[in-house]
Nanobody, 115 residues
């Protein structure tokens, strides 16, 4: 059973930072492309950042220069460092692991940016 467990969400002030972590079961993170998605109330889930097994990254335009995705295969963990947070970053953030047609999701972690 593949499991992804996110942590690190919470409340941040505009301009602040948070770091999300996604702990993956087994060796999934070393073979799968990993990504962070988010879903705000009333909106569709959207890709925030993605990292391949070769550590190629891509980001949504809205977070470029502010967010950084990384992976530590020795810990089976993927991170999302979020800096210069803005209220529009408020959403539930989900971790995703993908290998061809296989796709797994975590339960999500809430990020709220508010003064």
């Amino acid at each position: 059973q593949v499991q992804l467990v996110e942590s690190g969400g919470g409340l941040a002030r505009p301009g602040g930072s948070l770091r999300l972590s996604c702990a993956a079961s087994g060796s999934i993170s070393s073979r799968y492309a990993m990504g962070w998605y988010r879903q705000a109330p009333g909106k569709q889930r959207e890709l925030v950042a993605r990292i391949t097994t070769g550590r190629t990254t891509n980001y949504a335009e809205s977070v470029k220069g502010r967010f950084t995705i990384s992976r530590d295969s020795t810990k089976n963990t993927v991170y999302l460092q979020m800096n210069s947070l803005q209220p529009e970053d408020t959403a539930v953030y989900y971790c995703n692991a993908q290998l061809f047609s296989l796709s797994y999701w975590g339960q999500g972690t809430q990020v709220t940016v508010s003064s």
